[in-house]
């Protein structure tokens, strides 16, 4: 079974900057390199949505266009960790992030098959 620990989350005023990471354990570097990995996002009151997601190679990477240009995915397969670095970070980014991976490929919608971690909480402040 694939644990996710996510960190990094906290407070931060609009503006401002933080980065996110998730790691995985329970599994070898050869599977690690093998999972697409995800964030997403949950804020109270709303669905769950994602936030941007990298491929199991790292050379693509797709995000959500409330994000684009300010936050950036990258992974580290020897660490077996993905972050995600946010910056410019508004109020409406405030909510629950979460990490998801999933063997070949993640999708945009947050299925409950992936892998997922139990969340940090990011909090931005006007």
């Known amino acids: 079974q694939v644990q996710l620990v996510e960190s990094g989350g906290g407070l931060v005023q609009a503006g401002g900057s933080l980065r996110l990471s998730c790691t995985a354990s329970?599994?070898?570097?050869?599977?690690?390199?093998?999972?697409?990995l995800a964030w997403f996002r949950q804020a109270p009151g709303k669905e769950r949505e994602f936030v941007a997601r990298?491929?199991?190679?790292?050379?693509?990477?797709d995000y959500a266009d409330s994000v684009k240009g300010r936050f950036t995915i990258s992974r580290d397969n020897g660490k077996s960790t993905v972050y995600l670095q946010m910056n410019s970070l508004k109020p409406e980014d405030t909510a629950v992030y979460y990490c998801?991976?999933?063997?070949?490929?993640?999708?945009?919608?947050?299925?409950?098959?992936?892998?997922w971690g139990q969340g940090t909480q990011v909090t931005v402040s006007s």
């Open positions: 998801a991976a999933r063997a070949g490929a993640v999708s945009v919608i947050p299925v409950a098959s992936n892998y």
């Open positions: 329970r599994l070898t570097f050869n599977q690690y390199a093998q999972y697409a």
């Open positions: 990298i491929s199991w190679n790292g050379d693509r990477t």
